[in-house]
């Protein structure tokens, strides 16, 4: 995201700000992880994620959300399969200080969701009728249930929100991306291209992943967005 897909790392800072937040970016971070283990190599996920999980914990409080002070600062993440490995298999690697970074790891939608279900008018989001669909991430829906999503899109007046009833997009990581493994991907994912097909027109499609918004963008003539950008779009 930070390379490809940096207007969705700047909506997400826009809407932990205007909710009192300094955000800091983590300095000499590295990769999750995940496609290391997810391909079975699992030495070099632990690499990675031992130098993560110290950083982390080696990280001091900085962070004043609606004039509160947090001992330890909360780290959020965009990316539901980074946020998965950091909270479930950085344990399973048994990474020593996995279970306290663990603690501190929150997918960005759900820790702004609690937010605004504890202060509902702390932001003020202008008013559009318009239809809201959402493709919850695989990993997301393995760890939590996805149906909060929906509520947060509706705290924007005038959207109706449907969390759909789909299954994975079919790229699985890097799975869709291999030229022999193409056909199967799209058939994976046509249970998503007909819930998108059966959607109003003028529908926004909210997917949280980054391989998902890329198969939806190639399979269909939509332009998916990440719920940071509904959210920093919506901001009066």
Avoid at 92 to 103: F, S, T, Y
Avoid at 147 to 171: H, I, N, Q, W
Wanted: one cysteine or more; charged letters at 20%; proline letters at 6%.
């Amino acid at each position: 995201m930070r390379y490809h897909e940096p207007h969705i790392g700047i909506a997400a800072v826009k809407v932990l700000e205007a909710l009192g937040f300094e955000v800091v970016l983590v300095r000499n971070r590295r990769c999750c992880g995940r496609p290391a283990f997810s391909q079975g190599n699992l030495d070099a996920a632990a690499k990675v994620g031992k130098h993560n999980a110290d950083l982390v914990n080696a990280s001091t409080s900085h962070v004043s959300p609606l004039g509160s002070h947090l001992s330890t600062p909360p780290i959020l993440f965009l990316e539901p399969s980074c946020w998965s490995m950091f909270v479930e298999d950085y344990c399973e690697l048994k990474i020593e200080g996995a279970d306290n970074v663990a603690k501190r790891c929150f997918l960005f939608e759900n820790f702004v969701d609690d937010l605004l279900a504890k202060e509902p008018t702390v932001l003020r989001f202008n008013e559009r009728p318009t239809t809201v669909a959402i493709h919850p991430h695989c990993h997301a829906k393995s760890i939590m249930n996805p149906a909060f999503m929906g509520k947060l899109a509706e705290r924007l007046p005038g959207r109706k929100a449907t969390v759909l009833d789909t299954a994975c997009c079919g790229m699985a990581g890097a799975f869709g991306a291999l030229a022999e493994k193409y056909d199967l991907s799209v058939q994976v994912a046509q249970r998503l291209l007909d819930n998108i097909d059966d959607q109003p027109a003028g529908t926004e499609i909210i997917a949280s992943g980054t391989s998902c918004r890329h198969q939806i963008t190639d399979l269909t003539n939509t332009r998916p967005k990440h719920m940071a950008e509904l959210l920093a779009d919506a901001i009066v």
